[in-house]
């Protein structure tokens, strides 16, 4: 026992030295909290994303500061949309909240059973992602030129390029490109395509189209020439970026996500009201210079919180305002498009499980300072054209659609046909909106007269299902019998029963209503 008296007084010195050294350092910071404005860092919240220019406002010096005024920090990892990582390590909460396309999160969220839920949307690509390509590789100017199996094609796998081509693919007649790989160049993000973009300007035989996301999309119309052939700004409710929150850090730390998302939108309109500051903020974030920065922000639409609850949510800023749940919307659209495409096996078993709306009302109940008027979705307008005028409007492409199916020898439509018809009006409601639609009637070979009437009435029973199902705008729309007249294309290697099996059909068209 005497022999350990020594070491223990040695040891008590040492505890104390400790002790005064960081007490000293605890008592400092104390008084530093004391006599000055700050209220410390009571916590840190981790979140995951990459460089896409919609996720800046998340990153800015005025978030940060906002936060900071309230005792919050965030910490951000990039992974250079490595969504598979970012899912693996957000189910293992080494983050609290990510930050990604809402397919992503339906793609990968799904075999770790969905970890988290969405509470905010943040934005939609609305030309920030897009084939780019040459000219002639669409020679009549249709998006179904790009059926040919020849084509050299550079994407980024797992990434919104992906998605753009598996939604292109699904929702028009792309089968050669379904059934083929050979056009498919696999490239380790947008920059990389855009390298071979560059070369393929010098030797055609690199490539003919380049899906990127901007800055590429703009630098490879602006720097190489290259035409946008298709792009997210065609269409709408597939490419939204979304907040999702892990569960475990909504049930422990409630109060602390309605602070950032408070703080978030009040950023946002911090900035809206800025331009020149967002444009310097934004430069200083992505590297880019101002004109490339004016030409993207045109691309991306921001949610706000009036956006997030009367578009996305389904909650009504105010009294007999309308709203609509465009997220759930988006979310059908795009597990149609991956079971079609074969990224996703199966659906989801409620898409109302991905997402949670309270901290919205919360919001839009405590600060409708920031909420403003209900902006709504903003209606379009489809003028009456007459027939030359509808004679002149540009084809965009035949979309793909199941046979539409009727009443044996009649023109009634049969339950069957009913359902495919309600899906396509789905499609033209919430994701093709700004088109106007010929419906075609065609049949098989026989008697001229009477198949031209045939064909005619079924476009129009199935014209007027839209209109009075679904309340489509009459003048979106244009019903158009032809009979035996344009037989479809047939495939490499169809049998003839087969071939003729697909003359009787019903088409959707597409026609660019931007020149009226």
């Known amino acids: 026992m005497k022999n350990k008296g020594p070491v223990i007084f040695f040891l008590f010195i040492i505890i104390l030295i400790l002790a005064a050294y960081f007490g000293r350092d605890i008592l400092f910071k104390k008084k530093q909290q004391s006599t000055s404005d700050t209220k410390g860092v009571k916590e840190n ?9 919609g996720y800046s406002f998340l990153k800015s010096v005025e978030m940060k500061k906002q936060l900071a ?5 965030l910490t951000f990892n990039d992974d250079n949309g490595d969504y598979v990582a970012r899912l693996e390590k957000f189910a293992n909460k080494e983050y609290d909240f990510i930050v990604l396309p809402v397919n992503s999160y339906i793609e990968h969220g799904i075999r770790h059973k969905f970890p988290g839920v ?6 939609e690509s609305k030309g920030a992602d897009a084939i780019v390509g040459f000219e002639d590789v669409l020679p009549t100017g249709k998006i179904n030129d790009l059926n040919n199996p020849d084509l050299n094609i550079y994407y980024t796998p797992v990434s919104p390029s992906s998605f753009l081509l598996d939604l292109t693919i699904a929702d028009f007649a792309l089968d050669e490109l379904e059934s083929n790989s050979g056009w498919r160049n696999e490239a380790n993000g947008s920059e990389e395509v855009y390298e071979y973009a560059q070369k393929a300007i010098k030797d055609r035989s690199v490539g003919d189209a380049f899906v990127m996301w901007e800055p590429e999309v703009t630098k490879a119309i602006e720097k190489l020439g290259l035409k946008k052939l298709w792009g997210s700004d065609q269409f709408g409710g597939y490419i939204i970026d979304v907040i999702v929150f892990h569960r475990d850090y909504i049930t422990k ?9 408070k703080t978030y939108f009040r950023v946002l309109n911090y900035y809206s009201g800025r331009s020149d500051e967002m444009i310097k903020e934004l430069k200083k974030i992505t590297g880019l210079d101002k004109s490339e920065i004016e030409n993207m922000t045109g691309n991306i639409d921001w949610f706000s919180l009036n956006d997030n609850c009367s578009q996305m949510f389904d909650i009504p800023v105010a009294v007999g305002m309308s709203s609509r749940d465009g997220l759930i919307n988006s979310i ?7 079971i079609r495409s074969g990224s996703l096996s199966r659906e989801p078993e409620d898409p109302y499980l991905l997402i949670n709306s309270s901290f919205l009302e919360e919001l839009k109940n405590n600060e409708v300072q920031t909420v403003g008027t209900a902006s709504g979705s903003k209606e379009i307008d489809f003028p009456v054209l007459n027939a030359g005028e509808w004679k002149k409007l540009n084809e965009i492409g035949v979309m793909r659609v199941n046979p539409i199916t ?6 009634m439509l049969d339950y069957q046909g009913e359902e495919i018809v309600d899906k396509v009006a789905q499609m033209l409601v919430n994701n093709y909106p700004n088109y106007r ?3 075609r009637g065609h049949t098989g070979s026989g008697d001229e007269k009477a198949n031209k009437i045939l064909s005619q009435r079924r476009a129009d029973i199935v014209k007027q299902r839209l209109i009075a199902v679904h309340g489509i705008n009459p003048n979106r729309l244009i019903a158009e019998g032809m009979g035996a007249t344009q037989p479809p294309r047939k495939k490499s290697g169809e049998n003839t029963r087969a071939y003729y099996l697909k003359w009787a059909r019903v088409e959707f068209v597409l026609l660019d209503n931007s020149s009226f």
Do not use: N, P
Request: overall charge negative; hydrophobic content about 45%; glycine content about 8%.
């Open 406 to 411: 009727f009443q044996s020898g009649t023109d």
């Open 45 to 53: 919240i981790r979140w995951a994303g990459d460089g896409y220019l």
């Open 332 to 338: 059908y659209a795009c597990v149609d498009v991956m």
């Open 118 to 123: 969405i509470v905010a949307a943040l934005c």
């Open 69 to 73: 005024r309230q005792g919050i920090s």
């Open 253 to 261: 730390k409630h109060d602390e996500v309605s602070t950032f998302l």
């Open 437 to 439: 639609i010929a419906i």
